[in-house]
């Protein structure tokens, strides 16, 4: 059974200080001093796993930052209820996240150890000193532009002058929606249509009602009603990027490790990522940890589960190597180019920001058992 994990630590934080945080007006927590990769280092430390790795010593505690109810925690929660995390000789724990920028804060004061993120907020939050790299992957671009099925909409082009949904207009999809519309289309939904600004689940009201003709929505809010056939999908974000000639496997939202624990527990890290990819692994091979997912994220009709599979293993197939750095700064470039370059606030994809090394090495590690 999918059940509630302890808190660790405290997370009392306001909207208004967390908001202008977001905005840049927070003055960065002093960070601990940089970590070094840990992939060398941990491989040769990290022994073959057989046995449950608790057997060697006390497990080290690892708390993930996690918005509840959201895919984020999938990860984490497998790893405590299937006996993965101990295996690995790890103690798993989830500090629950109301809102999404929250993790940023907990990370920087230390709330928790790891948390999943954009790739754009990791380089800006390194930017100003937060000292986190990016183990994994966590999902890829995909979620869909949807309408009513009644109207007639084909193509992103086709929504000039419509009245547009979004969560926000600062958000990574949203710009990469703008920046592939722009390549693609010559069409820019910031200026070529009527934005709107909601919450997901207005947005698909609203709809609903006829007060917004479009919207990009977020997955998990469409599942039932594309279903249903009330909504139809006209593109999504990864087949847009495509058509503009972007890599939609370029590094979209990544799994961020603080430099604190990785020097604490440098021979751990490979183990977190190794265990994180066999929980992956588990997701994508096995049907029977679906139901009790999709319920956790408040799916529990039987017939929506297939979909919801197919959704979830379709997002968490993410490639996570140094070979998509020359895509993600193309897809960085154009985003500069088409939103600007203060709005987006990096002009570089840092290789630093990124830790493949420790990576290749849990790729290693799982292949002696």
């Known amino acids: 059974m999918i059940r509630s994990f302890r808190i660790t630590r405290a997370l009392l934080l306001s909207f208004v200080a967390l908001t202008l945080f ?38 080290i505690p690892i708390a993930f930052g996690a918005i509840e109810g959201a895919s984020q925690a999938y990860i984490p929660l497998l790893l405590e209820e299937k006996g993965i995390a101990a295996k690995y000789g790890l103690e798993v724990s989830i500090v629950p996240l109301s809102q999404v920028g929250q993790q940023w804060v907990g990370l920087r004061t230390g709330d928790f150890d790891i948390s999943a993120g954009g790739f754009l907020d990791l380089l800006r939050q390194r930017q100003q000193d937060l000292q986190v790299k990016a183990i994994r992957g966590f999902i ?35 710009m990469v929606i703008r920046t592939a519309g722009v390549l693609a289309y010559d069409f820019d939904v910031e200026t070529d249509a009527i934005p709107t600004t909601s919450s997901p689940p207005l947005i698909t009201e609203l709809m609903m009602n ?6 990009w929505q977020f997955s998990d809010f469409t599942l039932a009603p594309l279903h249903a056939g009330t909504l139809k999908e006209i593109t999504n974000v990864a087949a847009l990027m495509e058509e503009a000639g972007l890599d939609p496997n370029a590094f979209y939202l990544t799994y961020h490790l603080t430099d604190q624990w990785a020097s604490e527990h440098p021979e751990a890290v490979v183990k977190l990522i190794a265990a994180m990819d066999e929980a992956v ?12 997912l999709a319920a956790y994220s408040g799916v529990e009709d039987p017939e929506l589960i297939p979909a919801f599979i197919e959704m979830q293993r379709e997002a968490f197939d993410t490639e996570f190597s140094a070979d998509k750095l020359e895509a993600t700064q193309k897809l960085l470039d154009e985003l500069i180019a088409v939103v600007g370059p203060e709005p987006i606030g990096v002009d570089t994809v840092d290789p630093a920001a ?9 790729k290693e590690l799982r292949a002696q058992e």
């Open 210 to 215: 006829g007060e917004l003709d479009a919207a």
């Open 140 to 174: 890829k671009f995909g979620n869909p532009i949807v309408a009513t099925a009644d109207k007639p909409y084909e193509t992103l082009a086709d929504l000039e002058g419509a009245r547009f949904g979004t969560v926000s207009t600062a958000v990574l999809d949203w």
């Open 354 to 362: 990124f830790d493949f090394a420790s990576a290749e090495a849990a």
């Open 22 to 59: 977001i905005a840049g007006c927070v003055a960065p927590v002093a960070a601990p001093e940089t970590a070094p990769q840990a992939g060398e280092q941990a491989a040769e430390q990290a022994p073959e796993q057989g046995e449950d790795a608790a057997a060697e010593g006390e497990l």
């Open 281 to 292: 692994e588990l997701m994508m091979t096995d049907d029977s940890i679906w139901p009790e």
